[in-house]
């Protein structure tokens, strides 16, 4: 590896060490620590360590046992976990076993939600609006036919070691004359700053308008934005009577129906709300491009919604360290 690209890596990582406030990230993960309890075993890797180690895996799209390798190898990898020699290298088993258990104990929403309370309190957050959309996530897993996968359902609920490596979370779904097998990622933008605010993981067959009917009980907006885009899957009636009703901005493209057509009025609305509407894109282009996230390979939806979770996470850091030095704000 050359000098020069041993820099970029050591500076992006000296950036998120720096970006974060990792005592506070640490904070809600701390209920799976046992370590001061009287039971015994072997103690577990400090907290603060393991999430790192989340960071760069995601940050470079490495399996566990390909972590392991790299902090066996990059100097830089290991002083950014705070690894003193290759004795404290943790085996790839403890990494999988801590992301399990982050899924058994729902602890994604609290690390997320404590990289966005970080992104307000530096004021980044700018609460002008916010775009939704969703991403599809094809899964590395064959699909899968009603019977067999209502046989697989049963034989799982008996013993769920017989069908470990079968995917039956993820669901097939068709877009523009296309069907995907797999999830959707489904993000809420913030309009400027381009920071994801809320986030979920569903399977592909959930339509993106379930997760947002009713703007009083939305799952990907805040409640504290001022407009709302979206595509025509969000088109809803009662949302725009919501939303006029408190003052809000509703911006989400017009719908063509099967009796009517959209007037030269409409279209041009779209095509105004469509260059606002576009920036959602970047977040998923950055999963994609960046974090290498093209398919979902684990074998269930919690642990592939781990994956989207830390993506979001890492998009938002990257994104928030990025705006800083944008804004001059950020100290040398």
């Known amino acids: 590896m050359s000098q020069e690209r041993r820099a970029r890596i050591s500076q992006k990582l000296d950036d998120i060490e720096r970006f974060v406030d990792w005592e506070v990230l640490v904070k809600p993960v701390r209920v799976i620590d046992k370590s001061g309890t009287k039971k015994g075993g072997r103690p577990r890797y400090p907290l603060l360590k393991m999430i790192k180690l989340l960071f760069l895996q995601y940050l470079y799209n490495l399996s566990d046992p390909k972590l392991e390798d790299q902090l066996l190898d990059r100097r830089s990898f290991r002083e950014f976990v705070g690894i003193v020699s290759d004795v404290e290298v ?67 609920q008996g013993d769920k070691t017989s069908v470990a490596q079968l995917d039956l979370d993820a669901h097939a779904t068709e877009k523009r004359g296309k069907k995907y097998f797999g999830y959707k990622g489904h993000i809420g933008l913030d309009v400027g700053s381009k920071l994801i605010r809320r986030r979920a993981f569903t399977s592909a067959n959930v339509h993106e308008g379930a997760l947002q009917r009713g703007y009083s009980q939305v799952k990907l907006f805040c409640g504290d934005e ?97 705006l800083l030095k944008a804004q001059g704000r950020w100290m040398a």
Request: with cysteine.
């Open 90 to 156: 943790p085996d790839f088993t403890t990494v999988w076993v801590f992301k399990e258990t982050l899924v058994e104990h729902e602890l994604m929403d609290s690390l997320f939600e404590s990289i966005v309370a970080q992104l307000e309190s530096r004021q980044l957050i700018l609460r002008k609006g916010t775009i939704v959309d969703a991403s599809i996530i094809e899964s590395s897993n064959r699909p899968l036919s009603k019977k067999k996968r209502a046989e697989l359902e049963a034989k799982r």
């Open 226 to 322: 001022r407009s709302f885009f979206g595509d025509k899957a969000y088109s809803n009636n009662q949302d725009k009577r919501d939303c006029r009703t408190k003052g809000i901005f509703y911006g989400v493209l017009d719908k063509a129906t099967r009796r009517r057509c959209l007037s030269n009025r409409q279209k041009t609305r779209n095509g105004c709300l469509s260059r606002v509407r576009s920036a959602v894109e970047h977040p998923f282009a950055y999963m994609a491009d960046k974090l290498s996230y093209k398919e979902a390979v684990a074998r269930t939806r919690a642990r592939n919604s781990l994956r989207f979770d830390m993506n979001c996470v890492l998009h938002n850091v990257m994104r928030g360290i990025y």
